[in-house]
């Protein structure tokens, strides 16, 4: 795995944003982690930082949902190649989300040895 990591965590609710962070920084290999509260400032933020390394990405927000980050970031030829592994409750979201090119997936409520694992086989 890569060492020094910078990792986007996305998810409108403060206490997944939280957990997210107190799992993420528990990994030496994480740098830093930024987090965003919807898509619409997940994309901004993507294309201010070309440092991350990977999106953690909730779909169920408001403003913008994950699904419709997704098929931003995959459509700009600057950034598409962006690991990003999607968060939700809600597995019927699942296959949509492979198909707009979610690299991964991670059902709520996330367990810290499958966050690690899917981090790492996501950057392979």
């Excluded at 994480?30 to 953690?56: F, H, T």
């Excluded at 597995?91 to 810290?112: M, S, V």
């Amino acid at each position: 795995m890569l060492k020094e990591l910078i990792i986007l965590t996305v998810d409108d609710d403060i206490i997944n944003l939280k957990l997210l962070r107190s799992m993420l920084i528990k990994n030496p290999d994480i740098k830093e982690v930024i987090e965003a509260k919807n898509g619409a400032e997940a994309i901004a933020l993507i294309k201010s930082r070309p440092d991350i390394n990977l999106i953690l990405l909730d779909i169920i927000m408001p403003i913008m949902n994950g699904l419709e980050v997704l098929k931003v970031v995959r459509c700009d030829e600057s950034i598409k190649q962006m690991p990003i592994i999607v968060l939700t409750t809600d597995e019927t979201k699942k296959r949509e989300a492979i198909e707009l090119g979610a690299d991964d997936f991670i059902t709520k409520p996330i367990r810290n040895s499958e966050l690690t694992q899917k981090i790492t086989s996501s950057l392979v």
